[in-house]
């Protein structure tokens, strides 16, 4: 028998749900810093101190996160004073403002409540933080001991950014269940893992159906009921999946192949102008093809060309010689070896060359 804590985050959802949180955070203290994104931050900034307003929450600063989730950036928060004198922190922003806040409150072992401002990919509730170097490459994870306490969505928000933060958000999402289902086949599940593998299977359906009108949605600044669904599905279903599926000590099936060509993507400068999930959405084509999912490669290659997510190499400006740069780079990332067998840099090379190669031809 083994003894264990899994803490997965609450959420609330809606153009008004700020206003909850002076009940959600009212055990956790009452002075707050908010960080963030400078753009998020003057997006949120309203909305939180009309949330917080005729409340006991004083709010100490709005500070920048300092644009990269680094150690050099944590490091310079650790050693603000307001940030030392909060009760909790506000993360305000996308994944790299948040994966940032949640090392500096791991750190100091404060409560962080997360507060996206765009859909772009799950780190507002999960329990793992991206971390790159002053170069911008890939550094590491870091794996804080919670996630947020409560996560709040506010669809407005969310709907009044641009479009493509969303786009590459489905993309992101879309991995999810490809991954997940490739890293735990064939293993002996525990109960954790496990309802993370079945929850897994909810993240695709959504995505497929409703992401078109979501799109759409999004760029005329308007919430709806798809825009909802969507954003939940990037948000809350992966980042459960990714809490459940996750433990730094144990196991790690929360991601697999595509985000590898994501992580290798980062040693080609043009590359640097793709978001995140529009490469991940093609490393979801590569994934299919290493594997011989043919069926759901057909499935997904006709999504992303129906709202324009990358399906060839061009897609992201990367040339056929800098694939072998970028598996190099891959093998020996933790999504590297979380398949059901050995994957080898000659047979990746082929899948992704193949995965060029059925696009063109289609």
Request: glycine share 6%.
């Amino acid at each position: 028998m083994t003894n264990y804590s899994v803490f997965l985050p609450s959420y609330s959802i809606g153009s008004d749900s700020y206003k909850k949180i002076p009940y959600v955070t009212r055990r956790y203290g009452k002075k707050v810093v908010v960080i963030g994104g400078q753009t998020a931050l003057a997006k949120a900034k309203s909305d939180i101190l009309e949330g917080i307003n005729g409340s006991n929450i004083e709010v100490l600063d709005f500070i920048w996160y300092g644009g990269n989730a680094s150690y050099e950036n944590v490091d310079t928060l650790l050693n603000n004073t307001k940030v030392k004198e909060a009760d909790c922190i506000f993360a305000v922003g996308g994944g790299r403002a948040i994966d940032t806040c949640k090392v500096v409150a791991d750190k100091l072992d404060k409560p962080m409540f997360s507060f996206p401002t765009i859909a772009s990919n799950c780190a507002a509730c999960t329990a793992i933080a991206v971390m790159y170097n002053a170069d911008d490459t890939f550094r590491d994870y870091y794996y804080p001991s919670e996630p947020a306490v409560h996560t709040f969505i506010n669809t407005r928000i969310i709907a009044e950014a641009p479009d493509n933060f969303l786009w590459a958000g489905i993309g992101d999402a879309l991995s999810k269940e490809s991954e997940v289902l490739l890293a735990t086949r064939g293993k002996n599940l525990s109960h954790t893992p496990l309802l993370g593998a079945q929850l897994s299977r909810a993240c695709d359906e959504p995505l497929l159906n409703f992401s078109a009108k979501a799109l759409e949605d999004c760029r005329n600044n308007t919430t709806s009921y798809e825009l909802e669904q969507v954003a939940l599905d990037i948000i809350i279903s992966t980042g459960l999946v990714s809490n459940l599926t996750s433990d730094a000590e144990k196991y790690y099936y929360n991601s697999s192949l595509a985000h590898c060509v994501y992580y290798g993507s980062t040693v080609v400068p043009a590359c640097a102008s793709h978001l995140h999930g529009e490469i991940v959405a093609f490393g979801v084509l590569c994934l299919l093809t290493y594997d011989k999912q043919f069926e759901k490669r057909d499935i997904i290659y006709n999504f992303n060309k129906s709202i324009g997510l990358p399906t060839s190499l061009d897609d992201i400006d990367v040339k056929k010689e800098d694939v072998e740069k970028m598996v190099r780079k891959m093998n020996g990332v933790t999504e590297w070896y979380c398949a059901p067998y050995e994957v080898t840099e000659e047979n990746f090379i082929k899948a992704i060359l193949d995965t060029d190669e059925y696009s063109k031809n289609k």
